[in-house]
């Protein structure tokens, strides 16, 4: 696992990561639906990304069984950034990523996302570090 850092308020977060590949190779497994469905752990065929300003996303993961989740995409711009929310009623869940090249040709990625109450942000970053592992994972497979 790469190294990460992480910043934490009451109500949101960001972790930091350097990813072993070039930023067109992050931008592509992040966004492609059959890395995005390898990766997130979704069940077959669940996948559902429309990576643009206004598009839809959709999933249903495996584990938890069955668990569905969806959102919009707010900002897209192609290997830099993207700004998604997350359907979870009477909360306004927004994630961001941000990506750059570093000097050695790797990726600094920066992905955050708010926290709403009564959700601790720790319990939060370790679903979040989880998910970043398993991205790790894909980029290297």
């Excluded at 979704?42 to 990304?49: F, L, R």
């Excluded at 109450?117 to 319990?123: G, I, L, N």
């Amino acid at each position: 696992m790469a190294e990460q850092k992480v910043i934490t308020t009451d109500h949101d977060f960001t972790i930091t990561r350097v990813f072993d590949a070039p930023p067109a190779e992050v931008w592509r497994t992040w966004t492609d639906t059959d890395s995005f469905a390898r990766w997130f752990n979704a069940e077959p065929g669940s996948v559902e990304n429309d990576v643009r300003p206004g598009g839809a996303w959709k999933v249903t993961l495996r584990e938890p069984a069955g668990m569905q989740m969806a959102g919009e995409y707010r900002e897209v711009e192609p290997q830099r950034k993207l700004v998604w929310t997350m359907d979870n009623p009477g909360e306004d869940i927004v994630m961001h990523a941000t990506f750059s090249e570093t000097s050695e040709g790797k990726t600094e990625a920066v992905y955050g996302q708010n926290v709403p109450e009564p959700f601790p942000c720790d319990q939060a970053v370790a679903g979040a570090t989880g998910i970043l592992d398993a991205f790790e994972a894909a980029l290297k497979s």
